[in-house]
């Protein structure tokens, strides 16, 4: 589909840069999500009052006006590390975070690393929390979001960014591990050290991740290319995703990573400059429709992959059976293939609730609704 790059653009162009009020509830698999509930608003002033309210025992909706801005809050440290990928200006270098140089790049060249601690790691979040950003107010900078051992989360509306980003285990946007019922919505991640969003290796359970923009725009990244590679790693060990009208752009890998026992439904995203591979399938199930690749040199790892894959190839049929409806097409423009062809996992969909689908021409609108800056 050669006309599919600037018909995109053409649509996006006539778009306003703002789309209307932010939903009040999940699609998908953490449609059950109500974050803080009726809890009274509070509007922390300080970083201390947004670690306060965030990760107290109460019930809260924290919405967020103003730039929270945590780098030099907790020191910077400087000590030796590594340089996996060469010492060129383009490329990352590494934090020894648990002697991860010399258990893994023995051979790499030592370097001295300067970071800020802040950023290393995020910030707790309690149960039964909402919080939200005020239009184009709600940033975050220099340090993540922690949400472990939590349940009943929702982030929405808020803009993460300036984690370490020169370094690999500068610092995590958002970690989710040993959790259920998170809803993360129109959420910006930009200059991240790690992982824009991960899933950890303990079961995450029912998770919607919907209309947010991962940005892997830098000036240091382990490919040394300009394009941020650590994107979203989904490693639970009984997870159930939803990931839906999310903006992936200019990563150059882990667009998404999954592995453990992950579920997967991809759908109605925008898969944009990538110039290698968007899903890792190292285990785990993926079900991938209704999403536009644009740009992207290989819609899956071209190394092959270990889990299971249904991209829709020829037709949706085969999920009419567990979905209830058939399975959208998925797009590409200047892009490789995606394929797979498995569909005996999904009967994994049957009872649960799942996320609508339209066909892919309605990605085309993500470039501009995604992510932060919502009225």
Known sequence: MPSLFKTLFAVAA???SVLGALPTRAEGFASSTT???NAGAVY???AAELVSYLGDSSARVIYLDRTINFIGTEGTASETGCAPWGTGSKCQTAINQNNWCGNYQPNAPKVNVKYDKAGILGIKVGSNKSLIGVGSKGVIRGKGLRIVGSKNVIIQN??????????????DAITLDSTDNVWIDHVTTSLIGRQHIVLGNNACNRVTISNSKIDGTTNWSASCNNYHYWGLYFAGSNDLV???NNYVYRVSGRGPKVSGNTLLHAVNNFFHDVPD???????GSVLAEGNIFQNVKYPVNSKGYQGQLFGVPTSGSPCAASLGRNCQLNGFGSSGTLGGSNTGFLSNFKGK??????????AKSVMTSAGFGMA
């Open 35 to 37: 974050g803080g509930g």
């Open 277 to 283: 591979h968007a899903f890792e399938i190292d285990s």
């Open 353 to 362: 609730t799942i996320a609508s689908a339209s066909d892919y021409n309605s």
């Open 44 to 46: 922390p002033k300080t």
């Open 14 to 16: 006539a778009l306003p």
């Open 242 to 244: 939803t990931f839906k």
């Open 158 to 171: 808020i803009h993460i960014t300036e984690l370490n980003p020169q370094y690999v285990w500068g610092g």
